[in-house]
């Protein structure tokens, strides 16, 4: 059975920084990608970012998040800085067994989902 953890979200003020962190169990980093996505009430889950052996990122989080892997610790991780209130959401990871980089940001070709941590940012 696979279960995804996300830990780390918590309250941040704007210009801040958090890191999230995602440990897997019933499957391993070394043979499936991984991604974070968001959602916020009344919204679809959006893209964050994504890594197989590069990282992919939604254009809004560009230059501020990084996603990372640790097969060591079987975790990936996003780090985010200079935080905005946009960034406010239920934070999620993601992964799949697909490692080729196609579809990263349909939500639909990830068979694993984790429970989700909320992020505030304020103002």
């Known amino acids: 059975q696979v279960h995804l953890v996300e830990s780390g979200g918590g309250v941040v003020q704007a210009g801040g920084s958090l890191r999230l962190s995602c440990a897997a169990s019933?499957?391993?980093?070394?043979?499936?990608?991984a991604s974070w996505f968001r959602q916020v009430p009344g919204k679809e889950r959006e893209f964050v970012a994504h890594?197989?052996?590069?990282?992919y990122y939604a254009e809004s989080v560009k230059g501020r998040f990084t996603i990372s892997l640790d097969n060591a610790n079987n975790s990936v991780y996003l780090q985010m800085d200079s935080l905005k209130p946009e960034d406010t959401a239920v934070y999620y990871c993601?992964?799949?067994?697909?490692?080729?980089?196609?579809?990263?940001?349909?939500?639909?070709?990830?068979?694993?989902w984790g429970q989700g941590t909320p992020v505030t940012v304020s103002s």
């Open positions: 993601a992964a799949r067994s697909d490692y080729n980089g196609n579809n990263y940001d349909a939500r639909a070709s990830y068979a694993y």
């Open positions: 019933g499957i391993t980093f070394s043979s499936h990608s």
């Open positions: 890594v197989n052996w590069k990282a």
